[in-house]
């Protein structure tokens, strides 16, 4: 299936590139992942919108929360605040929602509504990441500024942490992501 966001995965910079590190082919990978489920949301019945909303919003916190602890703190020395700051910012309102969705059940007037400008706003934030941080990142890489296959197996690894939290509590348990009063003090 191919929608109007899946249809950007095998796209220019969206794709995953051969020479690509670990750490963006990743990321990549999952952001393939959020514009096919994004996608299948569009015409969903209202049960499977609410199983997809639900592993959106699972998938999504793990993957903010790997990006703040691991990707954004290595990044921000070398390609300076301004994009880092604007993704952490993106974030924040992607949680904000995400934690509404946590509280319905899926039957509520704006439940949808909601899953659709979830998807608007992380799809504008994957798409950015796609084009601008993750291609700076990678020259970066080349230019011996960062090692994007060492920081890759951290976020992996920190990845697997927190599903396997999830699968064993329900919840990912303590994070160090980024705090909004963080971005509000910059």
Do not use: W
């Not at 994009?83 to 899926?106: M, P, T, Y």
């Not at 697997?160 to 003090?185: F, H, M, R, S, W």
């Amino acid at each position: 299936m191919s929608g109007k966001y899946s249809a950007r995965n095998e796209q220019g910079l969206h794709a995953v590139a051969k020479d690509d590190p670990l750490a963006t082919s990743l990321l990549k990978q999952e952001h393939h992942v959020f514009r096919r489920l994004f996608d299948e949301a569009e015409g969903a019945s209202p049960q499977r919108l609410t199983e997809i909303a639900r592993e959106l919003c699972m998938r999504l916190s793990v993957h903010m929360a790997i990006e703040e602890e691991l990707l954004y703190p290595a990044l921000k020395p070398i390609i300076g605040d301004d994009e880092v700051n604007e993704g952490i910012v993106e974030h924040q309102s992607g949680k904000r929602i995400i934690a509404e969705l946590e509280q319905l059940d899926g039957t509520e007037d704006l439940f949808a509504a909601k899953v659709h400008v979830l998807g608007e706003e992380t799809v504008h934030h994957i798409d950015e990441e796609d084009e601008d941080l993750f291609e700076d990142a990678k020259a970066a890489h080349l230019d011996g500024k960062i090692d994007l296959e060492a920081l890759g197996d951290k976020l992996r690894t920190r990845q697997a942490e927190l599903y396997n939290e999830i699968a064993e509590t329900g919840e990912t348990g303590k994070t160090c992501e980024a705090q909004p009063d963080e971005v509000e003090k910059a």
